[in-house]
């Protein structure tokens, strides 16, 4: 069974906005900082120029992707990526609300109401073997309280915002929780660091 | 003349203390996780060991850094470090209060009350070629709010701690900061994150 992991550019005041959903052109400037195209489903939209590094780390999580969780706020902020994710996965998104009313039923998104761990469940066995990514946004802290992050990827910017949406929200008593550090990659103007839960010990 | 910097042990979620300044286990777990020692000018009170990779990163810091400023805060959490910082440089504190009563006025550090960029000042001249060092603490966004900080080193602990003090209060107006990412340093459960500010285009 794959992992399910996040992944997120972050600011280095930890924030993957800025006030007033302000510092997209910031966070985002690294995807087409560089020589190496990494298409995207959707070349047109989105097509990444990064250093060669990068565009490995970019590949290998492509190809390990199976399916989506992302929150509603997120959605709403993409237009529902107007019925294609990037990825081109099945993608489930957390809400309490219904479907905008104009949304195509026959496209790829399945809309899940009764929270994250739900939605990880539906995600986990849509992709298969594959992995389930969560987030960015406040599904995170959710996925990662219920204990059912595997894997935490933050794409570190240069830039100090300031204030904003926090990558982690507070996760109150569940914290402190422990990783291991398993990849580092420098890029141009990011630097990739991946985490992982450690496994269970062997009881 | 110098760099001024700043330098902290920084959780995943950006914090350098825990809730009720717990955490420091964790954030510190680092300094004592490798093979290769690196004494401090106290060496029975604190020895690194740790990779080669992070003994060069220490060694180069160590051997640049001239004088420090910290908050009372920090004074006050390491009991002044006791007279002596184990960096055996001065140190400039920046206070609304007055020295502890039983302080020995012989000790390098001097007292300062009219705010961060006054004691930058003062450390910078008596760091003379070599860097100052500010933080960690509310110090460092003061600094950074005045302009006068020019690099910014995150040593990323892989552990989430859920709230606490972070590394960069909110900056308010200031920000965004653009920052250019100038080392990355993969060590022993830390990486090491170096960013300065970019040089003022000539005008």
């Known amino acids: 069974m794959g ?23 910031r966070l985002f400037a690294w995807c087409t900082a560089g020589p190496v195209a990494t298409p995207t489903a959707v070349p047109d939209r989105l097509t990444y120029r990064t250093s060669e ?30 019925g294609r994710h990037p990825s081109d996965v099945p993608v489930f998104v957390v809400t309490h609300r219904p479907p905008p009313s104009d949304w195509d039923p026959a496209s790829p998104f399945t809309f899940v109401t009764d929270g994250v761990a739900s939605a990880i469940a539906l995600a986990r066995e849509a992709a298969g073997h594959r992995d389930v990514g ?17 894997e935490l990827r933050m794409d570190v910017v240069p830039v100090v915002l300031g204030g904003g949406t926090p990558m ?23 630097t990739h660091l991946v985490y992982r839960r450690p496994a269970p010990r062997p009881g």
């Not at 399910?4 to 052109?25: C, E, K, R």
């Not at 590949?59 to 959605?75: H, I, N, P, T």
């Not at 982690?168 to 990011?190: K, M, N, R, Y």
Request: proline fraction near 3%; glycine fraction near 18%; charge should be negative.
């Open 3 to 25: 992992k399910v992991f996040t992944q997120a550019s972050v600011s280095l005041d930890g924030y993957i906005s800025g006030p007033g959903q302000s510092g997209f052109d």
């Open 53 to 82: 590094a990068t565009a490995r780390y970019l590949r290998e999580l492509q190809d390990r992707l199976g399916a989506c969780v992302v929150g509603r706020k997120l959605f709403d902020l993409t237009a529902g990526w107007h």
């Open 134 to 150: 969560v987030g960015p946004g406040g599904t995170v802290a959710d996925a990662l309280r219920a204990g059912l992050l595997d």
């Open 168 to 190: 982690l929200a507070a996760l109150g008593g569940t914290a402190p929780i422990g990783f291991e550090q398993v990849e580092v990659v420098e890029g141009i103007g990011v």
